[in-house]
C-alpha cells in the first residue's frame, strides 16, 4: 500500500505560478514511477508529469518548458513548480505512485484543485 498526500493547489491569475507537493508513505526508491495527472471537467483523466524513479522524466506536451517535476528522496516527495500558467491548466490535479511487482498497480492521492483564471 501507498498513501499518497498532496497539497499547494489554488486559484491564481495567467501567467502565474503554483507548486504542487506530493508525500508518499514509503520509501520514492520502493515505487517505479510518481508523478501527476490532471482532470478537467468533461474530459479524461491525462499525464502532466512522471518521473521514473530509476532515471527519466515524462512530460504532456501541452506542459513542457513551463511545468518541472523534481523530488526529495529523503522526504520521499515530488514536486510540480508549474509557471506560467494558462486557463487551460486548470483541472484538478492527482498525485500517482505506480508499483510493479508480481503485478501492476496505480496509487493515487484525494486530488487538489488547480484553477487558472483572471
Known amino acids: 500500500q501507498v498513501q499518497l498526500v498532496e497539497s499547494g493547489g489554488g486559484s491564481v491569475q495567467p501567467g502565474g505560478s503554483l507548486t504542487l507537493s506530493c508525500a508518499a508513505s514509503?520509501?520514492?526508491?520502493?515505487?517505479?514511477?510518481m508523478g501527476w495527472y490532471r482532470q478537467a471537467p468533461g474530459k479524461e483523466r491525462e499525464l502532466v508529469a512522471r518521473?521514473?524513479?530509476?532515471?527519466?522524466?515524462n512530460y504532456a506536451d501541452s506542459v513542457k518548458g513551463r511545468f518541472t517535476i523534481s523530488r526529495d528522496n529523503a522526504k520521499n516527495t515530488v514536486y510540480l513548480q508549474m509557471n506560467s500558467l494558462k486557463p487551460e491548466d486548470t483541472a484538478v490535479y492527482y498525485c500517482?505512485?505506480?508499483?510493479?511487482?508480481?503485478?501492476?498497480?496505480?496509487?493515487w492521492g484525494q486530488g487538489t484543485q488547480v484553477t487558472v483564471s483572471s
Open positions: 514509503r520509501s520514492i526508491f520502493s515505487l517505479n514511477a
Open positions: 518521473i521514473i524513479v530509476r532515471g527519466g522524466t
Open positions: 500517482n505512485a505506480f508499483v510493479v511487482t508480481s503485478s501492476s498497480r496505480d496509487y
